[in-house]
């Protein structure tokens, strides 16, 4: 049976290459990505397990992203902690000057995340899930080695 090991990447178009290019670059630069690869109409950054590329959109079609629309819907960044969810949301505000849709908080039980913006209404968000549930677990597991 084929089995999918992981998302590979993710390709955008974008109406204002160079925009988008700044936004991501900046973007990424902070979330430990490098650049993997650059061509005169696409550029990808890759962390080392998944890549993110963008390119520009044809003409006639450079309109922004409307949430609702069919396709996208939006990206998540899993990251490592909560601190690291409000550290990239003050990033977002204070470097980036994004436009944050959902502040940093918890959405579901032990669901910490930031909704955010690109240039182009695109929605991504950066996300911890299972923090709390971890912690716990450990605490637990202490005591029953301590008793």
Do not use: C
């Not at 090991?5 to 973007?27: M, N, Q, T």
């Not at 044809?58 to 490592?80: I, M, N, P, Q, S």
């Not at 977002?92 to 436009?99: F, Y």
């Amino acid at each position: 049976m084929v089995r999918v090991v992981g998302i590979d990447h993710l390709v955008i178009r974008v109406s204002d290459y160079e925009k988008s290019k700044a936004f991501y670059g900046k973007l990424f630069s902070f979330l430990g990505f490098g650049i993997s690869d650059e061509y005169p109409d696409a550029i990808g950054w890759t962390n080392g397990k998944t890549r993110f590329w963008i390119g520009p959109a044809e003409a006639g079609h450079k309109r922004r992203h409307r949430t609702g629309d069919v396709g996208f819907h939006h990206y998540a960044f899993g990251l490592r902690s909560r601190k690291d969810v409000d550290a990239l949301q003050a990033f977002l505000i204070d470097e980036l000057g994004a436009t944050i849709v959902d502040p940093a908080g918890e959405y579901y039980d032990d669901y910490y995340a930031v909704f955010f913006l690109d240039p182009d209404g695109l929605k991504l968000e950066g996300m911890k899930y299972g923090e709390r549930h971890a912690k716990a677990a450990r605490r637990r597991k202490q005591r029953r080695k301590a008793a």
